[in-house]
């Protein structure tokens, strides 16, 4: 049931079964791969079903079709180790190629990962036969992720991405790289506990004068699992009163919740996690209110137990029927934080990872956590991120005395800063746009985005399989186009910001414009035999190569330094006294980065080979900024 895989090299291919679990599903992350090709290579359309319209979606014959011979290609660019001078490329093209009920169950797999779900019919776990799907917010999440990090063009997407909800934060929980299980840990069910209950208890909204969006109600599902009181009748005849149960949660929105908002696979993965929350003593069954003819799932996990006065037991069992209903317990709620001053309700005396889907860094963080934790001397170990808020607010506290060159040293970093968080740099371009000066930060974000695309990009397309004899391979034909956009890209570039008299010309330093224009000049000069008149048609310079590129990249990249120096002497100092700034910091809760810090278990000592579990989260830029606007008061001016 698994499609074969080949990779295609210049002079050698290979092929191999995709892996797959003891329950007969693939690994995640080739899950997650082969999903996010699949979307790149489809036109997500409007399809029509049961006299509704339903844009941006696909049907199965077009999934089914794609995945019949699916094809990624990726190139890399690096100096070549012979010659430093030179810039080679390094292409591998992976085949996917699979039979019609083999794309089928590949795509029920998105279904149960919760990546993709019928338009017609979202409570419909089935991927039928005849059907249209829609991307999911998490599948989204997947997708902006997969497309940064392998720089693919993402044009046809950008309708898709503007007009649905994304998840803004999806908690990953590593696994066991033998058998692609989840690596059960304390500090991993803590994390994924106070994520799944959030910083305070999330009670729907009762007032139904305003139906939500569909926005809205992901908004509000983001926060932490629906909760409710249940009322429990009177049984005179026990001599038991009423009683009301606070902070309880219907089974199976448990396992939802789950699914859509953390990286567990399926429903009876999502169980399994329940089923640790009650061994861990964080929730406890309240009522099953089926009837005796009613067929029942019972998950059971078991572990070990410290003993004594531990809330932790050597198993748990959840309840996955329609009437059970669970209720947080007073462990829970006090390893949620939820009564607590403190700002961060996930610390941990364990490491923190951080990913952002913008770069896809890792960094370690970590805290503090509660006396009752089984936690080992190697956990005590604390490595502490410095928040985004203690960066920022160090400003406020900088000695005047400090040096002229200190000052813009430390302004560099703080700006930088500002620029890794996308709700900050949303905010850092808004200001700069009211106070017409935008150019500078444009400038430094395309070529950013110009050298990610330079060093290593990807495509995916569905090809005939009689195409695979053509001439040139698929890989070769995409590096091709790539380049094709590229020298446009750079010279798009230099047209909108560079070139005399362009409309967004920048205001830099006399050195640099001629360094750059000598370059232009005597490498346009042998390409066409004319003089250079400052003045650049991308069609002209069709013939330039990877390794002039990259002599481009490295003068646009001087002016880069020189432009972000200019923001960081004259814009940010003003920005950061606005009120939007503090309103934004206030929204944030105060430090930026506290959302994104969950627990993970420490690194195994060298030496030993363990794998130790960890969970840790990647953030949408898209998403971020978009509930960030959203949240923005009017302003017609930023200038204090």
């Not at 500090?187 to 994520?195: E, G, P």
């Not at 309240?286 to 004594?308: L, Q, Y």
């Not at 531990?310 to 748990?316: A, R, T, Y």
């Not at 060159?405 to 970093?413: F, G, H, L, M, Q």
Request: with cysteine.
């Amino acid at each position: 049931m698994s499609p074969d895989r080949a990779d295609y090299h210049p002079q050698a291919s290979t092929s191999h079964m995709m892996k797959t679990t003891k329950r007969g599903r693939p690994y995640l992350k080739d899950t997650l791969d082969l999903f996010a090709t699949l979307v790149v290579s489809l036109q997500l359309t409007t399809h029509k079903q049961y006299f509704r319209t339903f844009p941006n979606s696909f049907s199965t014959d077009e999934a089914a079709q794609n995945l019949a011979s699916l094809k990624f290609s990726q190139s890399n660019r690096g100096p070549d180790p012979r010659d430093k001078s030179r810039i080679v490329t390094t292409t591998t093209t992976t085949t996917f190629s699979m039979t019609r009920e083999m794309a089928k169950a590949m795509c029920q797999h998105f279904m149960d990962a919760r990546l993709i779900e019928n338009a017609a019919d979202q409570g419909s776990n089935l991927f039928k036969d005849r059907g249209t799907y829609v991307l999911t917010p998490k599948g989204l999440h997947v997708l902006e992720r997969f497309i940064s990090k392998n720089g693919i063009n993402s044009d046809h997407l950008q309708s898709v991405f503007a007009s649905q909800p994304i998840c803004i934060k999806l908690l990953h929980l590593e696994r066991r790289s033998a058998d692609d299980e989840i690596i059960v840990t304390q500090s991993v069910i803590t994390a994924l506990f106070r994520r799944f209950v959030g910083r305070q208890p999330n009670y729907p909204s009762q007032n139904a004068s305003a139906p939500q969006d569909a926005f809205q109600e992901y908004h509000e599902r983001s926060k932490g699992v629906p909760l409710m009181d249940v009322q429990e009748k009177a049984q005179p005849l026990l001599g038991k009163g009423t009683v009301v149960h606070k902070y309880c949660v219907a089974a199976v929105s448990a396992l939802e919740w789950l699914c859509d908002f953390t990286s567990v696979v399926g429903r009876e993965e999502a169980a399994e996690m329940a089923a640790q929350f009650v061994r861990f003593g964080l929730i406890t069954l309240v009522s099953d209110k089926r009837k005796n003819n009613d067929s029942a799932i019972i998950f059971t996990v078991r572990g070990s137990a410290p003993g004594g006065n531990s809330p932790v037991s050597q198993h748990g069992e959840f309840r996955c029927t329609a009437k059970a209903i669970y209720r947080i317990t007073d462990e829970g709620r006090r390893v949620a934080q939820w009564e607590e001053v403190s700002p961060s309700p996930y610390s941990s005396s364990t490491n923190l990872h951080e990913r952002s889907s913008l770069e896809g860094s890792t960094i370690e963080a970590g805290s503090r956590c509660g006396p009752a934790a089984a936690v080992s001397a190697a956990d005590a170990k604390i490595h502490r991120r410095i928040s985004m808020a203690e960066k920022l607010n160090t400003y406020g506290e900088a000695k005047e005395a400090k040096e002229a060159k200190a000052s813009v040293k430390s302004n560099t970093d703080r700006l930088n800063q500002i620029l890794e968080e996308p709700s900050y740099r949303a905010l850092f371009r808004d200001f700069l746009k009211a106070n017409f000066c935008e150019e500078n930060l444009a400038f430094w974000l395309d070529v950013e985005d110009f050298k990610r695309k330079f060093s290593i990009t990807s495509s995916a397309q569905a090809n005939a399989p009689a195409g695979r004899h053509g001439k040139g391979t698929p890989g070769q034909a995409a590096m091709e186009r790539h380049h094709e956009s590229l020298i446009q890209t750079a010279f798009q570039i230099y047209n909108k910001y560079l070139a005399p008299s362009s409309q967004n010309e920048l205001n830099i330093d006399h050195g640099l414009r001629l360094d750059l224009a000598s370059y232009l000049g005597e490498v346009m000069t042998n390409l066409n035999g004319k003089a250079f008149d400052g003045q650049v048609d991308a069609s002209q310079a069709s013939a330039f190569n990877a390794t002039q590129l990259q002599m481009l990249i490295k003068l646009y990249s001087r002016i880069q330094t020189h432009v972000l120096r200019l923001m960081a002497m004259d814009s940010l100092p003003k920005f950061i006294k606005t009120q939007r700034f503090t309103e934004a910091k206030q929204w944030l809760g105060g430090d930026a980065s506290e959302d994104i810090q969950f627990l993970t278990s420490p690194p195994a000592p060298p030496g030993l080979g363990e794998e130790t579990g960890g969970a840790y989260i990647t953030v949408s830029a898209k998403a971020t900024e978009r509930e960030q606007r959203q949240h923005q008061p009017p302003s017609s001016s930023n200038v204090s």
